[in-house]
């Protein structure tokens, strides 16, 4: 036997007593006093193994509990992985859009100067300004891309409280990253203006 065979804190010795006073007789002359006293005292030497079951489904148990919180840990870091991932190509995009904005409005600067001078003609400065339009337009897209992944980021790194009016946006990303560019304006006309 092993020492956890013996006694436990499922099964802890007991100690009972008893005790009982009467009197008996045959007739009230011969009447006396009787008692009765008992103790027993219960020491579980052997309980079938039960304690060693019941520690190593305890066991079993926390080792699942830890194998369930590894999983969810990974699954955390994945999800903020993506979403960080996400964040930065939303971010990309944005800046990629904006150089394409830009490139679009010197072109149609470009066509507009040379359509005036006579050496270009309508065609080319009605390119350039449907080309203006797609950029914009693009442009869009991709700031409600970013817009998206921010929110996706913060969610899933918890800051998502932050983005509620009132709070504070969170450290790790800029307000408005995309807003670098001041001379592009995304409310111009076609031809460049508002």
């Avoid at 992944?149 to 709070?167: E, K, Q, V, Y």
Wanted: aromatic share 4%; hydrophobic share 35%.
């Amino acid at each position: 036997m092993k020492c956890g065979d013996f006694g436990s804190p499922l099964s802890p010795p007991t100690v009972a007593a008893q005790a009982q006073g009467f009197e008996s007789g045959n007739r009230v002359r011969d009447v006396e006093w009787s008692r009765t006293v008992a103790a027993v005292v219960n020491v579980p030497i052997f309980n079938g193994r039960r304690t060693q079951a019941h520690v190593a489904a305890a066991q079993a148990q926390r080792d699942q509990l830890l194998i369930q919180q590894n999983d969810t840990e990974r699954q955390v870091e994945q999800e903020v992985r993506q979403a960080l991932l996400a964040y930065e190509n939303a971010r990309s995009r944005v800046e990629l859009a904006d150089q394409s904005l830009k490139l679009a409005q010197d072109e149609l600067d470009l066509a507009s100067d040379r359509f005036k001078a006579g050496v270009a003609s309508s065609i080319e400065v009605d390119n350039a300004q449907t080309s203006l339009a797609t950029a914009r337009d693009s442009r869009i897209d991709a700031q409600a891309d970013e817009a998206q992944s921010r929110f996706d980021l913060s969610r899933a790194t918890g800051a998502i409280r932050d983005l509620i009016p009132g709070g504070q946006a969170p450290a790790a990303i800029p307000d408005n990253p995309s807003n670098t560019n001041p001379k592009i304006n995304p409310n111009a006309g076609p031809n460049g203006r508002p």
